[in-house]
DNA sequence: GGGAACAAAAAGTCAGATTTATTTGTCACA
DNA sequence: TGTGACAAATAAATCTGACTTTTTGTTCCC
């Protein structure tokens, strides 16, 4: 997944980011760009490299006779695709998994509405080629199968919906799907009620049914929602 | 707005962010590092850091014996503030706006019927407050009021959501509010009825109504999105 | 005690030398 | 003619050391 250790900086910061992320340096804690070198072993020009991609991510702040300054978790850029692997990676994984699954529950809807009124005929195609495939995958232990096409689903509605912000978002349900494939408890087969959801959503967007294209896209969320226990009492 | 020019690295970034962004360079172009340095004046060291928050943005690719490469848009990461503000500032900034006020539509409502379960006594506070400070600049022309308290607003609601990834989305909402009062047409004092359901959302909040908070909030991005003709026929 | 001058610390900048990976072209051999 | 290996060219990647600039804290004098 994604592209490991590309150039020396990059490397650092396979280490270095998952460390911030993972609150190892809390907020406020400084460190210094020579000893960060010597201790990756790096030159100061790399390191500096790295500084500057943290510093982007707002993950740290490098200033003037004080140092690289770790930057509270608020500050983050918590939609930078990066960002997101490092926090997945670490400790906090199920709150985080929590978010974005919360932002599914409000983006996917109105991304399947779209699609409804702007996918094109062969994005219809792909879709009900999606549902089928899940369906095909839904008995018998076929969990790998199962989340190679509802993934593949869910990012055609999001490409689909012809909004470039939702189609960024295509990693992010992946990451998510994936996580609950693999890391979460799934050893059954998948719910048949929401296999069901998934085809009658790629009839709907089919048929242009916009309205209920986005209703029964809300019903998959509002079920992804009740798997983490994320709902009102 | 922002931090412009923090080091050499970021007064190359100003001009060459934007450059990138708005399409100055088609996908595929390709620069080289020593030439870019020579023609900002600074040292390939500096450009050199410069390029790799580019990279990180995935506004670029850097590679060996090729040189640094343009990325076709969909590569962007959109989500970063600082590809937004760049893209905002550029030519597009139309088609932006209308992204973003998609991504609102379909988040405050969400997030506002979160607000409703999880605000604390203080944030019902001050989402009062700037209700009633719109209403108070609704009329005779105090748009900058207007303005100040609804960016406040729509704050608020974000983080009081308790969702990390919304209530990052707090600076997105403030961009194209302001976007709304300063670029386009508004000469006008705002619509009455808009002002009213602010106030009415700050209510449902407060009694913990989260299915009215987010009826209401999804009636404003309705709204919203009305303004800029983005509905079905 | 307050303000100005000074000193130290760390990031910021630059320039040159060197290394490394990738592409591209060439040449020999089948 | 095509294919393989090998060599050269190229531009990024890295390292190093010297120098600059800004900020902060201290000290000294009024």
């Known amino acids: 997944m994604s592209t490991p250790g590309r150039g020396l900086h990059g490397q650092v910061l396979d280490t270095l980011g998952p460390d911030i992320t993972a609150g190892k340096y809390p907020p406020g804690s400084v460190l210094r760009t020579d000893e960060l070198a010597q201790r990756f072993e790096v030159s100061r020009s790399v390191m500096r490299e790295a500084v500057r991609v943290l510093e982007s ?3 740290v702040e490098s200033r003037r006779r004080v140092g690289v300054t770790v930057l509270p978790e608020c500050e983050w850029n918590v939609y930078d695709p990066q960002v997101i692997r490092w926090r997945l990676a670490g400790a906090d994984r199920p709150r985080q998994l929590r978010s974005l699954t919360v932002l599914r529950s409000a983006v996917e809807p109105v ?4 699609a409804a009124r702007h996918a094109t005929s062969e994005q219809c195609a792909e879709l009900t080629e999606c549902a089928l495939g899940m369906v ?4 018998g232990h076929k969990l790998e199968g199962y989340l190679f096409h509802d993934v593949a689903f869910h990012r055609v509605i999001l490409t689909a919906s012809g909004n470039e ?3 960024r978002l295509g990693d992010v349900v992946a990451e998510v799907l994936a996580g609950r494939t693999h890391h979460d408890v799934m050893f059954e087969d998948p719910d048949p009620a929401a296999v069901t959801l998934h085809v009658q959503v790629a009839e709907a967007v089919r048929e242009r049914d916009a309205e209920r294209a986005e209703r029964l896209t809300r019903e998959i969320t509002v079920g992804a929602l009740q798997e983490l226990d994320i709902l009102a009492p």
């Open 57 to 59: 991510m707002h993950l």
């Open 111 to 114: 991304a399947a509405g779209l």
């Open 165 to 167: 912000m939702f189609a």
């Open 136 to 139: 095909a995958n839904s008995r």
